[in-house]
């Protein structure tokens, strides 16, 4: 084929007249509030209950020696404005060694209307903010007993713990905070960070410290269950964000059997949260799952009073559509970021 035939071809693929807009982590930190990280979430939830105008497939796996990626896509239509996006998010424990964090990802959006590239940004803060304000939204439909100060117990000292910490400081009024890993140096870092804040907190000798919390909020990579009914003894919430994929667990089935278990989404939670292990091994089976958060913001169903409940986390796509989407908007109000053309 000769120049001429060619640029024939190339001429044919004529450019798009649309910029992208493009965000730093840096950006993204500026931008995402706490405020922000709430009100998305919230509303995300919202939609996800109502199952209305919702195109949200189940996460996409791929393995890797040390960790995985997940691909998580959705197209929400917003009463006529169709939002859709997609996040990239590789887990790497690996990471540790070379000073990255464990959690990697970014998130577009892209145009509905043309297909084209609208919007990309970092998503490992945004993973972070979105799973936090997760924990809280959960908290503000579940947790029942508002009469007192909370003591908040959280067991694995990484950097989603971080932002559970400031998630919830923003929705609750929380009178200490209990902390717990198996890692001495995620302790004394998590410390640290409260300290900074200025936030009352101890160290526990071991997870029977736990009995005394209101709220207990798991975050490690477990596989091995840990958490025993005893350990949570006057818990009234328990928020698992552990476990994210098959074959994690990190609360004994005793503590799910004698719970109200509300997921975030059920075949997700099936497959990979909390409940994967033991559904797999026929100690509890889905009859079990009382209902999806979404369905509660969006009221749709009402918790039963008086009893303990379990939140199973496993991080769904629409929460970090809604959260992308209200960081472009905010980007594009404050004229924050860079527009680049790839089309």
Same mark, same amino acid.
């Not at 909370?150 to 713990?161: D, R, T």
């Given at each position: 084929m000769?120049?001429? =035939? %060619?640029?024939?071809?190339?001429?044919?693929?004529?450019?798009? =007249?649309?910029?992208?807009?493009?965000?730093?982590?840096?950006?993204?930190?500026?931008?995402?509030?706490?405020?922000?990280?709430?009100?998305? !979430?919230?509303?995300?939830?919202?939609?996800?209950?109502?199952?209305?105008?919702?195109? *949200?497939?189940?996460?996409?796996?791929?393995?890797?020696?040390?960790?995985? *990626?997940?691909?998580?896509?959705?197209?929400?239509? %917003?009463?006529?404005? !169709?939002?859709?996006?997609?996040?990239?998010?590789?887990?790497?424990?690996?990471?540790?060694?070379?000073?990255?964090?464990?959690?990697v990802?970014?998130?577009? %959006?892209?145009?509905?209307?043309?297909?084209?590239?609208?919007?990309?940004?970092?998503?490992?803060?945004?993973?972070?903010m979105r799973?936090?304000?997760?924990?809280?939204?959960?908290?503000?439909?579940?947790?029942?007993?508002t009469?007192?100060?909370?003591k908040?117990?959280?067991?694995?000292?990484?950097?989603?713990?971080?932002t559970?910490?400031?998630?919830?400081?923003?929705?609750?009024?929380?009178?200490?905070?209990?902390?717990?890993?198996?890692?001495?140096?995620?302790?004394?870092?998590?410390?640290?960070?409260?300290?900074?804040?200025?936030?009352k907190?101890?160290?526990?000798?071991?997870?029977?410290?736990?009995?005394?919390?209101?709220? !207990?909020?798991?975050?490690t990579?477990?596989?091995s269950?840990?958490?025993?009914? =005893?350990?949570?003894?006057?818990?009234?919430?328990?928020?698992?964000?552990?476990?994210?994929?098959?074959?994690?667990? $990190?609360?004994?089935?005793?503590?799910?059997? $004698?719970?109200?278990?509300?997921?975030d989404?059920?075949e997700?939670?099936?497959?990979?949260?909390?409940?994967n292990?033991?559904?797999?091994e026929?100690?509890?089976?889905?009859?079990?799952?009382?209902?999806?958060?979404?369905?509660i913001?969006?009221?749709?169903?009402?918790?039963?009073?008086g009893?303990?409940?379990i939140?199973?986390?496993?991080?769904?796509?629409?929460?970090d559509?809604?959260?992308?989407?209200?960081?472009?908007?905010?980007?594009? =109000?404050?004229?924050?970021?860079?527009?680049?053309k790839?089309?």
């Amino acid at each position: 084929m000769n120049e001429v =035939e %060619l640029k024939a071809v190339y001429d044919y693929f004529g450019s798009i =007249e649309k910029e992208t807009l493009f965000l730093t982590i840096e950006d993204v930190k500026r931008l995402l509030t706490p405020q922000l990280a709430f009100s998305c !979430v919230e509303k995300a939830f919202y939609y996800a209950g109502s199952k209305k105008g919702v195109q *949200m497939p189940q996460k996409i796996y791929f393995s890797y020696h040390d960790g995985d *990626m997940r691909v998580m896509p959705t197209v929400v239509d %917003l009463g006529g404005e !169709v939002i859709t996006g997609a996040k990239l998010v590789s887990i790497h424990f690996n990471n540790r060694e070379i000073g990255l964090p464990v959690v990697v990802g970014f998130f577009v %959006l892209v145009d509905s209307a043309t297909g084209s590239l609208a919007f990309v940004c970092d998503a490992t803060f945004l993973t972070a903010m979105r799973t936090g304000a997760a924990s809280a939204v959960a908290f503000k439909y579940l947790f029942q007993d508002t009469r007192k100060k909370v003591k908040l117990g959280l067991i694995g000292c990484g950097a989603q713990a971080r932002t559970q910490i400031i998630m919830m400081l923003y929705i609750a009024d929380i009178s200490d905070i209990l902390i717990y890993d198996i890692s001495d140096e995620a302790v004394k870092s998590l410390g640290d960070f409260l300290s900074k804040l200025r936030v009352k907190f101890s160290v526990a000798k071991d997870l029977r410290d736990f009995s005394i919390c209101d709220v !207990v909020i798991t975050l490690t990579p477990s596989t091995s269950p840990f958490l025993k009914p =005893e350990h949570v003894a006057n818990a009234k919430l328990i928020n698992a964000m552990g476990a994210d994929a098959p074959g994690k667990q $990190e609360l004994y089935p005793e503590i799910i059997r $004698e719970s109200v278990v509300i997921v975030d989404d059920t075949e997700q939670a099936k497959h990979g949260g909390e409940i994967n292990v033991p559904l797999s091994e026929g100690l509890i089976d889905d009859s079990i799952i009382f209902a999806e958060l979404g369905e509660i913001v969006a009221g749709k169903k009402r918790v039963p009073s008086g009893g303990r409940i379990i939140f199973d986390s496993t991080g769904i796509a629409i929460l970090d559509l809604f959260v992308g989407w209200g960081l472009y908007k905010k980007a594009l =109000e404050e004229k924050i970021g860079m527009k680049i053309k790839i089309h």
